[in-house]
């Protein structure tokens, strides 16, 4: 079974440009989350989609926005980038249903903003 | 709130000494408890995983961990460490709060393994 795709691996933008990061789940798999990992913050929880809605959110700005389409394929989109955005991007897939949800990790996009 | 305390962002060992990463957690009701490694340029696997049943939980590789409510600890073990388990090593809590997909990470311990 493939694992968790996230497309492009490595991305650089400008400030105040946006960007649109994609995650494709394991077959079968309908809840998609992501992560943002800094050396600073750590590993910090942006949003989780099930079923084409956002069923959870995290303490991030408006400006991270994402969405879930029928194919439980994510994308999410940051605004008008700043510095700090620079970070890995993370998603992770689960079935999604019940409260034991086994999380696979994609290898991450790096994004650099300068 | 629920939160993660990993102690020593860097642990150092022999090969074939025990790794000892530790991990405590804050949580308001009873947490699921997880282990995630990251090895460099790489998304996160997961070791194991604490889910109410065993307090004693064996992992992939070699490792396991032990849920200690008394002490809110779940640290993880390994007998004999191998060149190959030099990552980062990170804890992680669910108990429910924003959704059980919400996961919180410790900071992460980078273990390096030397010959």
């Known amino acids: 079974k493939a694992g968790v795709t996230q497309t492009p691996r490595y991305l650089i933008k400008t400030r105040g440009q946006q960007v649109t990061l994609s995650c494709s789940p394991i077959s079968g798999h309908r809840s998609v989350s992501w992560y943002q990992q800094t050396p600073g913050q750590g590993l910090q929880f942006l949003f989780e989609y099930f079923s084409e809605t956002q069923r959870n959110k995290g303490n991030f700005p408006g400006r991270f926005s994402g969405r879930q389409f029928s194919n439980s394929r994510s994308e999410m989109n940051v605004s008008t980038l700043e510095l700090g955005d620079s970070a890995l991007y993370l998603c992770?897939?689960?079935?999604?249903?019940?409260?034991?949800?086994?999380?696979?990790f994609g290898p991450g996009t790096r994004l650099t903003v300068t | 709130a629920q939160s993660v305390t990993q102690l020593g962002s860097h642990v150092s060992v022999s090969e074939g000494a025990l790794v000892l990463l530790r991990c405590n957690y804050s949580?308001?009701?009873?947490?699921?408890l997880f282990w995630y490694v990251q090895y460099p340029n790489q998304g996160l696997q997961l070791l194991l995983k604490?889910?109410?049943?065993?307090?004693l939980v064996k992992g992939i590789n070699g490792f396991e961990a032990e849920f200690k409510k008394s002490e809110t600890s779940f640290h993880l073990t390994k007998p004999s460490a191998h060149m190959s388990d030099a990552a980062e090593y990170f804890c992680a809590v669910s108990d429910g709060t924003g959704g059980y997909n919400k996961l919180i990470f410790g900071a992460g311990t980078r273990l390096a393994v030397h010959p």
């Open positions: 992770a897939s689960s079935l999604g249903q019940g409260k034991i949800n086994e999380q696979y």
């Open positions: 604490y889910t109410s049943a065993a307090t």
């Open positions: 949580s308001s009701v009873p947490p699921y």
